[in-house]
């Protein structure tokens, strides 16, 4: 069918004016029932990736050999089709088979596992990365790095106060682990239109300027993934937001500066060099002092670390000081994130221009040793620390928003 002779199958407003994306991240106040929910999909996520990868490499190792053989090519082992439409249907023939449980998570689940592997294999013919490697179980669910995504665009996944967020429940039984309050019942039928309500965490005021944005029809949901990090689970919501609702911002304030800044990385004492002095942000030789977050840390850090590495694997004692760890990073990244972000707003908005140099992070963080195997001059973990990578990419955001 033709989409133009169709209008009433599209919105207007995105057909004609594509618009421009933004992320927002909202922390999540999950109950134990919730938790366990959102560890099963990410888990069947892992589970159906891994599964792809497997049958990929085996059917092209087995063609491989078939033609090494001499075998026909009519005769060959088909290939998997590595494309998103051709691997999903080819998942949906392994459901009943490779996973029984199908029937107890989203469909959304299996749709993540689908386009992360999609994506590996695009960045390994692309150079951009090695062949993808199979996703360990994490010894401990509760306190793993664990996510999983969910694409419905005709879905208002908030409510209109943005103080809650929708989490789709899966057909059919679904049974909760022994000693879950949650669920006493132990089973659960639900139908695949029913939702779970899952609280983001009050006084956030970004989660009410999203739900005003969807529900006066000036946004629309892309993609919502929630993810566990740092102790908590988060939802990190893509919306695509009208281009008439992009407000440009002003440079000229009291602190403009005009003309073009010029930024090196500085690693040690000292978070990067500009060209010129500017006042209340660097000394007067341009020098702008690393915040040292990590470092501040570092202490507290090492002792729970010993506390953790002390403790028998799977007992209480090691879930509590695992999570402690956790927190301790996920304090640790959202202070250097807020702190660039303050940094990344004052140069965008005092400079008409910003010019930062390209480096090699990665061969920057490595160990080097000479050649009696002792440390040389390395940055180490100022370079993570610093995060240099994470403040170029807000410079390149921000720099969109400000009128030229």
């Known amino acids: 069918m033709n989409p133009a002779k169709n209008p009433l199958k599209l919105n207007p407003a995105f057909f004609v004016n594509e618009g421009y994306y933004r992320t927002a991240k909202f922390r999540l106040k999950v109950t134990p029932w919730q938790e366990q929910l959102l560890t099963s999909y990410a888990g069947g996520a892992r589970a159906v990736y891994n599964t792809i990868l497997y049958h990929t490499k085996a059917r092209y190792n087995q063609h491989q050999a078939e033609i090494s053989y001499g075998?026909?090519?009519?005769?060959?082992?088909?290939?998997?089709?590595?494309?998103?439409v051709g691997l999903q249907n080819f998942i949906q023939t392994l459901k009943p088979t490779w996973f029984p449980w199908h029937t107890q998570v989203s469909k959304h689940t299996f749709d993540t596992g689908v386009r992360n592997i999609v994506k590996a294999y695009q960045n390994f013919f692309a150079g951009r990365s090695k062949y993808p490697k199979k996703k360990k179980k994490p010894k401990h669910?509760?306190?793993?790095?664990?996510?999983?995504?969910?694409?419905?665009?005709?879905?208002?996944?908030?409510?209109?106060?943005?103080s809650h967020i929708n989490l789709p429940i899966a057909k059919g039984p679904w049974r909760a682990k022994t000693g879950m309050v949650a669920n006493p019942e132990g089973m659960r039928t639900a139908k695949r239109d029913v939702v779970g309500k899952v609280k983001i965490v009050s006084g956030d005021k970004r989660a009410k300027r999203t739900a005003k944005l969807i529900y006066t029809n000036r946004a629309?949901?892309?993609?919502?993934?929630?993810?566990?990090?740092?102790?908590?689970?988060?939802?990190?919501?893509?919306?695509?937001?009208?281009?008439?609702?992009l407000v440009k911002k002003q440079r000229k304030n009291k602190n403009y500066i005009g003309g073009t800044l010029g930024v090196d990385a500085a690693f040690g004492d000292d978070f990067a060099v500009c060209s010129q002095p500017i006042p209340e942000l660097t000394d007067i030789t341009g020098r702008i002092k690393a915040p040292k977050i990590l470092r501040s840390v570092h202490v507290k850090l090492t002792k729970v670390q010993q506390d953790h590495a002390r403790t028998t694997p799977g007992s209480k004692r090691n879930m509590t000081t695992l999570k402690q760890m956790q927190k301790l990073y996920g304090k640790v990244a959202e202070e250097r994130k807020r702190w660039l972000n303050v940094l990344a707003n004052e140069l965008v908005g005092r400079f008409d221009k910003i010019v930062v140099e390209n480096l090699n992070l990665k061969a920057l963080a490595k160990h080097k040793r000479d050649k009696n195997g002792r440390k040389v001059f390395s940055f180490g973990a100022s370079v993570g620390d610093?995060?240099?990578?994470?403040?170029?990419?807000?410079?390149?955001?921000?720099?969109?928003?400000?009128?030229?």
């Open 141 to 162: 669910d509760v306190t793993a790095d664990l996510s999983v995504s969910m694409t419905d665009i005709n879905t208002k996944w908030f409510n209109s106060t943005g």
């Open 386 to 404: 610093n995060s240099w990578g994470m403040f170029v990419t807000m410079l390149e955001e921000k720099a969109k928003l400000f009128k030229v």
């Open 220 to 245: 629309t949901v892309q993609e919502i993934t929630y993810s566990y990090s740092g102790g908590y689970w988060w939802v990190a919501v893509r919306l695509r937001v009208r281009k008439e609702n």
């Open 71 to 84: 075998i026909p090519e009519e005769q060959l082992t088909e290939l998997v089709s590595l494309n998103l």
